[in-house]
C-alpha cells in the first residue's frame, strides 16, 4: 500500500508518484515473452522522460526509442548504450542528424525518401556511415483512438511499402547509409493483435523480398502500442504478442526491437492533488482540485479515462465532475463520475499516471510544473524538484524593459 498521505505531507501537491517496482515487473513479463528469439526493448522516451525513470530502466537493460534529440541526450544521460539507441520522428533538423550520427546511436529510423537524402548529405560532410530502419506505414487500422492512430496512409507516419523498397535500394547502394533495420508502429493503447499480427506480416514479407536483394536487415522493430487497464479494456497478453510476432518471422534472423512506452510505465504512476473546494452550478457538482490540465492534459486532449479515488472517504458518493483551476471549460480530470462529499485537503489520487502525462505537462497559466517522486524498495525520493516561479520566468526576465 502507497502512503499518499505521507508523501503529500513530504513533497506537498500536485504530486507524480512512479512505483519502480512496479515497472521492473512489467519490464521482465514482456522481455521474458520474447525470450525464444533476440530481443531489445527500446523504452519510448515520450511516455515518461524524467532520467531516474530511463535510468531504472536501462538498469533493467533496456535501451530507447528517441523522438527528438533532446531524448537522445537524456538516454545518454541515464546511461544507455548508445548501441542501444533508436532515433525516430517525421521531423529531424539537419543538426538532430548530425548529433544522432556523430553520437553512433544504433540507429537513424527514416520516415521519408527527402529525409534519407538529408542523412546521406549528413553523414557524408561527417564522413561517418549512417546506420539506418525505415519506417513502413502497413496501412493497416490499428483499431484505437484516431489521435494516437498511425498506421493508416492517412497518418503523416511512415512510407508505404513501394517507397520502403526504393529507398532500401537507394540506402544499399549509398557509401554513407548502412541500411539495417525495418520498422512500423500503428498506433497507442493498442487492444487488439490481428492489426499488430497482420502488420508485422506485411513488414516480414518485405525482409524477405530485400533479402532477395541482398539487403540484410538485422533489426525487425515492431513499434510500441502495447494498451494498459484504464477502464476495462480486455489487454493483449504480451505472451501472446511475441507469439504473433514470431509466427511472422518463420526463420528470419534477425533481433526484434520492441518499443513500449505506455506498457512499460502508464500504470506504476499516480497523480496526487488536493480539494480545495466543492461547489455547485444548478444541478451540477463540481469537485475542484489543486492540479490542472497543465499537469495532466489526457482527459482534455483525448477524453480519456482515468480512474480517481479520494483517500480516506466513506461520505455518500454522488455525480460529480472533478475539475482543476485552470481557466478552460477543458480543464477536467473526469465527467459524471461518483465520488463521496469531500473536504478541504482532502486527498485525490489518479490512477494509470505514468506515462503521457508529465511529460505533456505545461506551464498554462503560469503554473508550475508538478514533483515527480520515485517509490523503491519501500523507499519514496525526489526524482524531479517542484519548479518555481523564478524557474518559470528565468528564460524571459532579463529581457523586460
Ligand atoms: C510513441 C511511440 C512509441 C510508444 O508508444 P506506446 O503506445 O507508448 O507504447 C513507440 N514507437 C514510436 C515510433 C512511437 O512514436
Known amino acids: 500500500m502507497i502512503d499518499f498521505k505521507t508523501l503529500s505531507d513530504t513533497y506537498d501537491t500536485p504530486l507524480y508518484i512512479y512505483d519502480f517496482d512496479y515497472i521492473s515487473t512489467k519490464y521482465s513479463e514482456l522481455k521474458e515473452s520474447f525470450r525464444a528469439k533476440k530481443s531489445l526493448i527500446c523504452y519510448a522516451v515520450k511516455a515518461n522522460s524524467n532520467l531516474s525513470v530511463i535510468k531504472h530502466l536501462a538498469d533493467l537493460g533496456a535501451g530507447c526509442d528517441c523522438v527528438s534529440i533532446g531524448e537522445v541526450r537524456r538516454a545518454f544521460l541515464a546511461g544507455v548504450s548508445s548501441y542501444k539507441i533508436i532515433f525516430s520522428g517525421v521531423g529531424k533538423r539537419d543538426v538532430e542528424i548530425k548529433e544522432a550520427i556523430e553520437k553512433d546511436i544504433l540507429m537513424i529510423n527514416l520516415e521519408s525518401f527527402a529525409e534519407l537524402m538529408r542523412v546521406e548529405i549528413m553523414a557524408k560532410e561527417l564522413g561517418k556511415i549512417a546506420r539506418i530502419s525505415i519506417r513502413v506505414n502497413p496501412n493497416i487500422d490499428p483499431k484505437t483512438h484516431p489521435y494516437i492512430s498511425t498506421g493508416l496512409s492517412e497518418n503523416k507516419f511512415g512510407v508505404d511499402i513501394e517507397d520502403a523498397k526504393r529507398m532500401y535500394i537507394k540506402a544499399k547502394n549509398s557509401e554513407f547509409l548502412d541500411p539495417v533495420g525495418i520498422h512500423f508502429h500503428i498506433g497507442s493503447q493498442l487492444t487488439e493483435l490481428e492489426p499488430i499480427q497482420k502488420s508485422s ?175 523503491e524498495n519501500g523507499k519514496d525520493r525526489l526524482i524531479r524538484k517542484r519548479e518555481n516561479f523564478e524557474d518559470m520566468i528565468a528564460l524571459e526576465k532579463e529581457f523586460i524593459k
Open 201 to 375: 506480416e506485411i513488414v516480414a514479407d518485405l525482409v524477405r523480398n530485400l533479402k532477395v536483394l541482398d539487403i540484410n536487415i538485422k533489426f525487425f522493430d515492431i513499434g510500441g502500442g502495447l494498451g494498459i487497464r484504464y477502464k476495462d479494456e480486455v489487454l493483449i497478453k504480451p505472451y501472446d504478442y511475441a507469439q504473433a510476432i514470431f509466427s511472422t518471422l518463420f526463420t528470419l534472423d534477425v533481433t526484434i526491437i520492441c518499443e513500449p512506452g505506455r506498457f512499460l510505465v502508464g500504470e506504476s504512476g499516480y497523480f496526487l492533488t488536493k480539494v480545495l473546494y466543492e461547489k455547485q452550478n444548478g444541478d451540477k457538482r463540481f469537485v475542484i482540485v489543486d492540479g490542472g490540465m497543465n499537469d495532466l492534459i489526457r482527459p482534455s486532449l483525448y477524453n480519456a479515462y482515468h480512474d480517481i479515488e479520494v483517500l480516506n472517504n466513506e461520505n455518500e458518493k454522488t455525480l460529480t465532475d472533478v475539475v482543476g483551476p485552470v481557466c478552460e471549460s477543458g480543464d477536467f480530470f473526469a465527467k459524471n463520475i461518483e465520488l463521496p462529499k469531500t473536504e478541504h485537503n482532502d486527498l485525490l489520487v489518479i490512477k494509470n499516471a505514468g506515462a503521457y502525462c508529465y511529460t505533456m505537462s505545461s506551464n498554462y497559466n503560469t503554473r508550475a510544473k508538478a514533483a515527480e517522486v520515485a517509490l
